[in-house]
C-alpha cells in the first residue's frame, strides 16, 4: 500500500476493513502435516506480527521449538502446554488477519483422529478448507476423513497443499502423484477441480510468494488463491431467518424478540410469520443499543418488535410469510459421532438446534461411511468418529432448513442426557413425509377414567438389578400383596417377553436398548389403561431406565434396585448361567462381560443381605400404598 493512500484515522482504517471482503478458512489435515506451521508462515510473511509476539516467538522456539532453535511458527498456534508438549493441535485455534485485498478468519484444527469433534467444529462456519499432506506420506486416512468431513459440513472450496515439498527435494513428480490420487477421490464428495499448490510452509515456498525451487509450478501461491477466490453468495439476498435466543421484556411497555440475522433482510412494515406456530404479524420497530434500524441485514443482533401479540419462545424462527422454512419431528440426517460410548438405536439422547433444546432418538442407523473408499455399509451402531445417515425422532415438531441451505437452521448437535456432554454433530437432509400425516387420535375413556374405574393410582414399578438377584421373586410376591388388596395389576418379566413380543433380539447392548424400549412402551400401555405394572428387567443401562421414566407423568414410575452383589448371585445361579458366562459360552453378560450401571437414585434400594424375599416385599407395598 502507498504511503500515501494510507488511512490518516482510526475510523477511516476501519471503513477500509469493513469494505474487504471476509473469507472463513480452516487448515486439516493428518497429524504433523504442517498446519500450524502454515498459519504461522501466513502471519509471519504477511507481517502481520507484533514485535512483542515475534520477540516470544523466537524465545519459545528455543525452549519449546521443534526447529532447532530457529523459528518454529507452530508456537503461534499451538498454545496450550499439552500441544507444546506432545507437537500436536488439540483445540481449535483462531485467527483474524488481513491483506489489502481481503480479511480472513482462519481456524487451526487438530489432525489427530481423537480431536476429530474439534475439526468438525472448525469446519462447520468454514466457507473453504486448505487440507495439508506431508509430501513424504501422500494421502492418508485422516486426510479422506477430513476431506470426507468438510464435503458433508457444506464446505464449498478445497485446496489440496502438498507441505514439506522441501524434505522431498521438490520433486514435481511427486507432488502429481499426490495430486492426482487425491483428485480421484475428491470427485466421489462433490469436488470436481480442487485445487493443489506445492507448498514448504516452514521455508515460506509458494506461500506467500512464488518458489524459485518450484519453477515447474506455474499455478498461484496459497495466498493468492486465498485472495483470489469467491465467497459465499451474498446471504442478505435469500429468505429472512431470524431464530429467537431471547424474549426481551425489560418491562410491561416492552416487548420484543432477539437474535441475530442469519440471512435476508427486513424492514419495519415488513409482513412477518413466526414457525412453528405460523402465526402472522408485521414487524413494528427493530431496536438495537444504538439505537432504531430501517433495515437489519445477515449477522446483526437486534430485536424485533411485532404488531401484534403473539406467543413468541427461545428457538422459535422469525421469517416472511411467503419463504417459510419446514416443521417437522421426523429427519432423515447425517450424524458424526464423537464420543467413546457407541450410539445406539431408540436410546434418548437431547438434540440441540439453534437456540431450541428437544428430545430426539435416533430410530434407525441406515448406513455408515467408509472414509476411505466411500462405501456404504450397514450399521447397528455407530462409534467415535463414525459417520452415519440415520432417521431421526424428536418429542415435538421444530422449524428448519436442510443444512446445505441453511448451516443456522440445519445443523445440530447430540447431548447425552445424563452426562451433558456433547456427543454427536449432524446436518438434516430433509423431513420424513409420515411425521406431518400422523397425529394423536382424541380417546373418551382415558387414563384417569380407566383409574377411577379400578379405584387406584396406575403406577410403573420398574426392578432392575443383576441376573439372580431376586427381581422376579420379589416382583411375584409384590404382585400377589397387591392382588389381595385387591388391585388390578400386571407383571412384565425379561424372560417371559422375550418367548413372545421381543423374541427376535439377543442381548447385544443394541438388542438391550431395544428390549428395554419395546418393554417401556408397552408398560406405558398399561400404566395409561388404569394398571399397576410390574416390569422385572435386568435393564443394565441408565439411560434406557431414563427412557422409561420419561415416557411417564411425573410419579407414575418408581424404580426398584434389587442390590444383590455379584457373587451372591453368582453362587445363587439358578440357571447356571454366571458358570457358562466365566467359562465364555455366553457372551454379553451382564456383570461378567457387559456392564450394569448401578441406579443413582432409585425410589427403593432394596439391599437383600438385610433383607429376605417377603421382607423387601412387604416394604416395597407400603411404600406404595404411602404414596
Given at each position: 500500500?502507498?504511503?500515501?493512500?494510507q488511512?490518516?484515522?482510526?475510523?477511516e482504517f476501519?471503513?477500509?476493513?469493513?469494505?474487504?471482503?471476509?473469507?472463513?478458512?480452516?487448515?486439516c489435515?493428518?497429524?504433523d502435516d504442517g498446519?500450524s506451521t502454515?498459519?504461522?508462515r501466513?502471519?509471519?510473511?504477511?507481517?502481520?506480527?507484533?514485535?512483542?509476539?515475534l520477540?516470544?516467538?523466537?524465545?519459545?522456539s528455543k525452549?519449546?521449538?521443534?526447529?532447532?532453535?530457529?523459528?518454529?511458527?507452530a508456537?503461534?498456534?499451538?498454545g496450550?502446554?499439552a500441544?507444546?508438549?506432545?507437537?500436536?493441535?488439540?483445540d481449535?485455534?483462531?485467527?483474524?488477519?488481513?491483506?489489502?485485498?481481503?480479511r480472513?478468519?482462519?481456524?487451526d484444527?487438530?489432525?489427530?483422529?481423537?480431536?476429530t469433534r474439534?475439526?468438525?467444529?472448525?469446519?462447520?462456519t468454514?466457507?473453504?478448507?486448505?487440507?495439508?499432506v506431508d509430501?513424504?506420506?501422500?494421502?492418508?486416512?485422516?486426510?479422506?476423513?477430513?476431506?470426507?468431513?468438510c464435503?458433508?459440513?457444506?464446505?464449498?472450496h478445497?485446496?489440496?497443499a502438498?507441505?514439506k515439498m522441501?524434505?522431498v527435494?521438490?520433486?514435481h513428480?511427486?507432488?502429481?502423484?499426490?495430486e492426482a490420487?487425491?483428485a480421484?477421490?475428491a470427485?466421489?464428495?462433490?469436488y470436481?477441480?480442487?485445487?493443489?499448490?506445492?507448498?514448504s510452509?516452514?521455508?515460506?515456498?509458494?506461500?506467500?510468494?512464488?518458489?524459485?525451487?518450484m519453477t515447474w509450478?506455474?499455478?498461484?501461491?496459497?495466498?493468492?488463491h486465498?485472495?483470489?477466490v469467491?465467497?459465499?453468495?451474498?446471504?442478505?439476498e435469500r429468505?429472512?431467518?431470524?431464530p429467537?435466543?431471547w424474549v426481551?421484556r425489560?418491562?410491561?411497555?416492552?416487548?420484543?424478540f432477539?437474535?441475530t440475522?442469519t440471512r435476508?433482510?427486513?424492514?419495519?412494515?415488513?409482513?412477518?410469520?413466526?414457525?412453528p406456530?405460523?402465526?402472522?404479524?408485521?414487524?413494528?420497530?427493530i431496536?438495537?443499543m444504538?439505537?432504531?434500524?430501517?433495515?437489519a441485514?445477515?449477522?446483526q443482533?437486534?430485536?424485533?418488535?411485532?404488531?401484534d401479540?403473539?406467543?413468541?419462545?427461545?428457538g422459535?424462527?422469525l421469517?416472511?410469510?411467503?419463504e417459510r422454512?419446514?416443521v417437522?419431528?421426523?429427519?432423515?440426517a447425517k450424524?458424526?459421532w464423537?464420543?467413546?460410548?457407541s450410539?445406539?438405536p431408540?436410546?434418548p439422547?437431547?438434540?440441540?438446534?439453534?437456540?431450541?433444546?428437544a428430545?430426539v432418538?435416533v430410530?434407525?442407523?441406515?448406513?455408515?461411511v467408509?472414509?476411505?473408499?466411500l462405501?456404504k455399509?450397514?450399521?447397528r451402531?455407530?462409534?467415535l468418529?463414525?459417520?452415519?445417515?440415520?432417521?431421526?425422532?424428536l418429542?415435538?415438531?421444530?422449524?428448519?432448513?436442510?443444512?446445505?441451505?441453511?448451516?443456522?437452521?440445519g445443523?445440530?448437535?447430540?447431548?447425552?442426557r445424563?452426562t451433558n456432554?456433547?456427543?454427536?454433530?449432524?446436518?438434516?437432509d430433509?423431513?420424513?413425509?409420515?411425521?406431518?400425516?400422523?397425529?394423536?387420535q382424541?380417546?373418551d375413556v382415558n387414563?384417569?377414567a380407566?383409574a377411577?374405574q379400578?379405584?387406584?393410582?396406575?403406577r410403573?414399578?420398574w426392578?432392575?438389578?443383576?441376573?439372580?438377584?431376586?427381581?422376579?421373586?420379589?416382583?411375584?410376591?409384590v404382585?400377589?400383596?397387591?392382588f389381595?388388596?385387591?388391585?388390578?395389576?400386571?407383571?412384565?418379566?425379561g424372560?417371559?417377553?422375550?418367548h413372545?413380543?421381543?423374541?427376535?433380539?439377543?442381548?447385544?447392548?443394541?438388542d438391550?436398548v431395544?428390549?428395554?424400549?419395546?418393554?417401556?412402551?408397552v408398560?406405558?400401555l398399561?400404566?395409561?389403561?388404569?394398571?399397576?405394572v410390574?416390569?422385572?428387567?435386568i435393564?443394565?443401562?441408565?439411560?434406557?431406565?431414563?427412557?422409561?421414566?420419561?415416557l411417564?407423568?411425573?410419579?407414575?414410575?418408581?424404580?426398584?434396585f434389587i442390590?444383590?452383589?455379584?457373587?451372591?448371585c453368582?453362587?445363587?445361579?439358578?440357571k447356571?448361567?454366571?458358570k457358562?458366562?466365566?467359562?465364555?459360552e455366553?457372551?454379553?453378560?451382564?456383570g461378567?462381560?457387559?456392564p450394569?450401571?448401578v441406579?443413582?437414585v432409585?425410589?427403593?434400594?432394596?439391599?437383600?443381605n438385610?433383607?429376605?424375599?417377603?421382607?423387601?416385599?412387604?416394604k416395597?407395598?407400603?411404600?406404595?400404598?404411602?404414596?
Amino acid at each position: 500500500m502507498a504511503a500515501d493512500s494510507q488511512p490518516s484515522t482510526v475510523i477511516e482504517f476501519l471503513d477500509e476493513q469493513a469494505e474487504k471482503s471476509l473469507l472463513r478458512f480452516i487448515t486439516c489435515g493428518s497429524v504433523d502435516d504442517g498446519k500450524s506451521t502454515l498459519i504461522g508462515r501466513l502471519l509471519y510473511d504477511s507481517k502481520l506480527i507484533f514485535e512483542d509476539q515475534l520477540d516470544t516467538l523466537r524465545a519459545d522456539s528455543k525452549t519449546s521449538g521443534t526447529q532447532g532453535g530457529d523459528i518454529d511458527f507452530a508456537l503461534l498456534l499451538d498454545g496450550l502446554e499439552a500441544e507444546r508438549e506432545q507437537g500436536i493441535t488439540i483445540d481449535v485455534a483462531y485467527r483474524f488477519f488481513a491483506t489489502d485485498k481481503r480479511r480472513f478468519i482462519v481456524a487451526d484444527t487438530p489432525g489427530h483422529e481423537q480431536y476429530t469433534r474439534n475439526m468438525a467444529t472448525g469446519a462447520s462456519t468454514a466457507e473453504l478448507a486448505v487440507l495439508l499432506v506431508d509430501a513424504r506420506n501422500g494421502v492418508l486416512q485422516q486426510t479422506r476423513r477430513h476431506a470426507f468431513l468438510c464435503s458433508l459440513l457444506g464446505v464449498r472450496h478445497l485446496v489440496l497443499a502438498v507441505n514439506k515439498m522441501d524434505l522431498v527435494d521438490y520433486d514435481h513428480d511427486r507432488f502429481r502423484a499426490i495430486e492426482a490420487e487425491f483428485a480421484e477421490f475428491a470427485r466421489g464428495l462433490g469436488y470436481d477441480a480442487p485445487i493443489s499448490i506445492p507448498i514448504s510452509a516452514l521455508k515460506g515456498d509458494n506461500v506467500l510468494n512464488p518458489s524459485p525451487e518450484m519453477t515447474w509450478y506455474r499455478g498461484p501461491t496459497l495466498m493468492g488463491h486465498l485472495e483470489q477466490v469467491e465467497p459465499r453468495a451474498d446471504l442478505s439476498e435469500r429468505a429472512f431467518r431470524l431464530p429467537v435466543q431471547w424474549v426481551n421484556r425489560p418491562d410491561h411497555t416492552f416487548r420484543g424478540f432477539a437474535g441475530t440475522v442469519t440471512r435476508g433482510t427486513i424492514r419495519p412494515g415488513d409482513p412477518i410469520a413466526v414457525l412453528p406456530s405460523g402465526k402472522t404479524s408485521t414487524v413494528a420497530r427493530i431496536v438495537t443499543m444504538d439505537g432504531d434500524l430501517d433495515r437489519a441485514v445477515p449477522g446483526q443482533a437486534v430485536t424485533l418488535t411485532l404488531a401484534d401479540e403473539i406467543d413468541i419462545s427461545r428457538g422459535d424462527i422469525l421469517c416472511r410469510p411467503e419463504e417459510r422454512p419446514g416443521v417437522a419431528d421426523q429427519f432423515e440426517a447425517k450424524l458424526v459421532w464423537m464420543d467413546d460410548k457407541s450410539l445406539m438405536p431408540q436410546r434418548p439422547y437431547l438434540m440441540k438446534i439453534g437456540g431450541i433444546s428437544a428430545g430426539v432418538q435416533v430410530t434407525r442407523i441406515k448406513h455408515t461411511v467408509n472414509v476411505n473408499t466411500l462405501e456404504k455399509r450397514a450399521a447397528r451402531h455407530l462409534d467415535l468418529n463414525e459417520v452415519g445417515v440415520v432417521t431421526l425422532k424428536l418429542d415435538r415438531a421444530i422449524p428448519f432448513d436442510p443444512y446445505m441451505d441453511d448451516r443456522h437452521t440445519g445443523g445440530f448437535v447430540i447431548i447425552d442426557r445424563l452426562t451433558n456432554n456433547t456427543v454427536g454433530a449432524g446436518m438434516i437432509d430433509f423431513s420424513l413425509r409420515r411425521s406431518s400425516n400422523i397425529h394423536w387420535q382424541a380417546i373418551d375413556v382415558n387414563k384417569e377414567a380407566h383409574a377411577q374405574q379400578k379405584n387406584q393410582v396406575p403406577r410403573m414399578l420398574w426392578f432392575t438389578g443383576l441376573s439372580g438377584s431376586g427381581k422376579s421373586t420379589i416382583a411375584n410376591l409384590v404382585e400377589k400383596k397387591l392382588f389381595a388388596l385387591g388391585k388390578h395389576t400386571y407383571m412384565l418379566d425379561g424372560d417371559n417377553v422375550r418367548h413372545g413380543l421381543n423374541q427376535d433380539l439377543g442381548f447385544t447392548a443394541e438388542d438391550r436398548v431395544e428390549n428395554i424400549r419395546r418393554v417401556a412402551e408397552v408398560g406405558k400401555l398399561m400404566v395409561e389403561a388404569g394398571l399397576i405394572v410390574l416390569v422385572s428387567f435386568i435393564s443394565p443401562f441408565r439411560a434406557e431406565r431414563r427412557l422409561a421414566r420419561d415416557l411417564l407423568e411425573d410419579g407414575e414410575f418408581i424404580e426398584v434396585f434389587i442390590d444383590t452383589p455379584v457373587d451372591v448371585c453368582a453362587e445363587r445361579d439358578p440357571k447356571g448361567l454366571y458358570k457358562k458366562a466365566r467359562a465364555g459360552e455366553i457372551k454379553n453378560f451382564t456383570g461378567i462381560d457387559s456392564p450394569y450401571e448401578v441406579p443413582e437414585v432409585p425410589e427403593l434400594h432394596i439391599e437383600t443381605n438385610d433383607l429376605d424375599a417377603e421382607a423387601a416385599a412387604d416394604k416395597i407395598v407400603a411404600y406404595l400404598l404411602d404414596h
